[in-house]
């Protein structure tokens, strides 16, 4: 489990730079809560 937690941090990660996306942006894109987003890239 801990291993896709981290695959999706870097894949979220990556939109966010690729993409120049806001926190909500990316939320929305992957069908999660912008406080996960939050979450997953900060840690």
Known sequence: MKDYI???AVE???Y???KKATVR???K????SKST???E???
């Open 29 to 32: 894109k992957f069908g999660i």
């Open 6 to 8: 981290e695959e999706r």
């Open 16 to 18: 966010i730079v690729e």
């Open 12 to 14: 979220l990660g990556n």
């Open 41 to 43: 890239v900060t840690i």
């Open 25 to 27: 942006q990316t939320a």
């Open 37 to 39: 987003v939050h979450m």
